[in-house]
């Protein structure tokens, strides 16, 4: 057996080596939670804020807000943008650019919906001042996602997860002190509400934005990864000197990043899109109860399996770790494992059923019968969301995220297809719904599995060694501290790989007398190479 196998085998199985990820994993699903409940305010102070305000009122917002999140998932490309292709200043600058145009479009667009009769057609609502009034209040909030997004990615360049579960946290404690105040004190026409709602959602992303500022200020060269310059510098001077020719970044153009950012915005948008055409299918063959029923149900299954959407991170976030990127292989399916016997766990001790019985308005839609088979579809979601998340994570950090193009165009074709053959079965109820959201995730990993293969693999823009070569650089200057004459992985000539292979061969007891042999012999034939080459 080779020693150097083994050693490689010992520490992919070493539990140590999963740290790293825990680390990086569970901050990165608190600042989803935090986020998930900081837009809870907004319907708090719909419901409690005024209670005077008309139907027309709150479903003007509800249309308005649903609106604004599914422009929202058009700007969710902006993390993984910054955390994989951006690697200069210029490139930074280029990103944001970017941003700032995107940004602008969006919330023009809302502005533009508000003040014309497209408000009033995809609302549904015929009072057009609510629609204007609605569609106002949540102009910016795709701005605001794109905006803390592209900072996440920046910071977690360097994994400071701690400041983005920091900025989630201030987020929700803002929002919460926020929507007290409102409540108390923000009494105000029943007409102007929607204004009034959105106040904790804005102060808090507000906060959000200052506390991820402050890190990036904190820690100037995130774009590093980690690394000072000056360390780059010496690291690049020593393969200049060794004749190691590395493909460099040649810097992020306009035409890659939008081959690079189109197929995660067609993703996140046909995921935006799958929840309101399932609601919209139970609300049509199932009838209004089993659309709540549903509604109740959704927390409950997406906080057992919501958190296997960070997995996507995972990978761009450790680009620079070769070896963390091959652990992420066995701990994706440690996730998914965990998520199915948590969720299974939840509705099988009762858990889940006493926590309806709390939220639901009445005892018929928390019985046993009508939602212990849902729940029970909800425990194996977490097979396809994790699977969906690691391969995105995967593509999305080895630049070929034109493999996701496929998975977001079948995805809502397979959740309509899904939900027919339900009812064709004879399926009924809420159950209708969570086949398709099941539908929808297990489609998307196949769809992004098909891509795989129909997509060859493409060089990166980035040379794909790079991060490979520092690692190696460093093992040899590890190396050279224990008195291990010092080898270079590029095949410069053979007789070089060869003299450098035999001497890292040579026996402890014989390496610190040969040590200068070797590495005098190494640079007179670097320097005959040189000489032929000249």
């Known amino acids: 057996m080779d020693p150097d196998n083994g050693d490689v085998t010992s520490e992919r199985c070493d539990v140590r080596g999963f740290f790293p990820l825990i680390g990086v994993l569970v901050p990165l699903a608190l600042v989803q939670f935090g986020t998930d409940l900081s837009e809870q305010s907004v319907n708090t102070v719909i419901s409690r804020g005024s209670t005077d305000a008309s139907p027309a009122v709150l479903s003007a917002f509800t249309s308005s807000f649903f609106i604004a999140k599914f422009a929202a998932g058009g700007m969710l490309f902006m993390r993984p943008l910054a955390l994989v292709p951006v690697e200069t200043r210029e490139d930074v600058k280029l990103a944001t650019t970017i941003f700032i145009v995107l940004a602008a479009f969006f919330t023009c667009l809302m502005v533009f919906i508000a003040l014309s009769p497209v408000g009033v057609l995809v609302s549904g609502v015929p009072d057009s001042g609510a629609v204007c009034r609605a569609f106002l209040a949540s102009s910016l909030i795709p701005a605001t996602d794109g905006c803390y997004r592209f900072l996440q990615g920046l910071l977690l360049r360097r994994r400071l997860v701690s400041w983005c579960t920091f900025g989630a946290l201030v987020d929700v404690s803002c929002m919460a002190i926020t929507t007290i105040l409102v409540i108390k004190f923000g009494k105000v026409s029943p007409s102007y509400v929607q204004f009034l709602a959105v106040v904790p959602l804005y102060v808090g992303r507000a906060a959000h934005l200052s506390v991820l500022s402050l890190g990036l200020i904190r820690h100037p060269n995130y774009l590093t990864r980690g690394r000072d310059e000056s360390e780059l510098m010496a690291i690049n001077a020593a393969r200049d000197a060794e004749g190691v020719v590395v493909e460099t970044n040649n810097g992020l153009t306009l035409s ?69 990127r091959e652990r992420i292989a066995w701990f994706a399916p440690i996730c ?25 308005p009445s005892k018929n839609f928390s019985s046993d019968a009508t939602t212990f088979i849902p729940l029970m579809v909800f425990a194996t979601m977490g097979l396809p969301v994790g699977t969906r998340g690691f391969l995105t994570g995967k593509m999305t950090a080895d630049q070929r995220t034109e493999t996701l193009v496929f998975s977001g165009i079948i995805r809502i074709p397979g959740i309509i297809a899904a939900l027919s053959v339900a009812i064709a079965l004879g399926v009924r109820g809420a159950t209708v719904g969570v086949i398709g959201l099941f539908a929808g995730f297990a489609t998307q990993s196949l769809g992004i599995i098909v891509g795989m293969f129909m997509c060859p693999k493409s060089r990166s823009r980035v040379y794909e060694g790079d991060y490979e070569g520092l690692e190696n650089d460093y093992k040899r200057e590890d190396d050279e501290s224990n008195g291990i004459c010092a080898s270079t992985e590029v095949d410069v000539n053979p007789k070089l790989s060869k003299l450098t292979a035999e001497s890292t061969l040579l026996e402890n007891g014989n390496i610190e007398e040969e040590n200068l042999d070797c590495v005098e012999e190494s640079k007179s034939l670097s320097d005959g190479i040189g000489d032929d080459s000249g």
């Open 256 to 324: 890659f990043a939008v081959k690079f950012a189109y197929p995660l915005m067609l993703a996140d948008l046909a995921q935006r899109l799958s929840r309101p055409v399932v609601n919209g299918f139970v609300a049509h063959t199932q009838g209004p109860s089993a659309l709540a029923t549903l509604g109740l149900l959704y927390p409950l299954g997406h906080m057992c399996y919501g958190w296997l959407n960070n997995l996507k991170v995972m990978e761009p976030s450790f680009i620079d770790k070769p070896q963390m």
């Open 336 to 360: 998914m494992c965990f998520s199915i016997a948590w969720s299974f766990t939840m509705t099988l001790s009762g858990a889940n059923f006493w926590i309806l019985s709390k939220i639901a």
